[in-house]
């Protein structure tokens, strides 16, 4: 598994790019968004079914960043 810095680093921001909203991987996918179909009851294997270029880090840097943005 991943250490919590090895997972952050796939979450990118870049203020040209969706207004500076970390994103993953520099990728067209907003961190909230996808934290946000897992708080609607999507699981990580529905979303890396739907988001076949995502990875399982991907999508656990995403659960990292969200809880880090909340302490």
């Given amino acids: 598994m991943e250490t919590t810095l090895t997972l952050l680093s796939r979450i990118t921001v870049d203020p040209a790019?969706?207004?500076?909203?970390?994103?993953?991987?520099g990728k067209d996918y907003l961190v909230r968004?996808?934290?946000?179909?897992?708080?609607?009851?999507?699981?990580?294997?529905?979303?890396?079914?739907?988001?076949?270029?995502?990875e399982?880090?991907?999508?656990?840097?995403?659960l990292e960043f969200d809880a880090l943005s909340w302490t």
């Fill in 56 to 62: 399982r880090e991907d999508i656990l840097a995403c």
């Fill in 17 to 25: 790019f969706h207004h500076g909203k970390p994103c993953i991987r």
């Fill in 33 to 54: 968004s996808m934290v946000d179909l897992l708080k609607s009851g999507m699981t990580i294997d529905q979303l890396l079914d739907d988001y076949p270029d995502l």
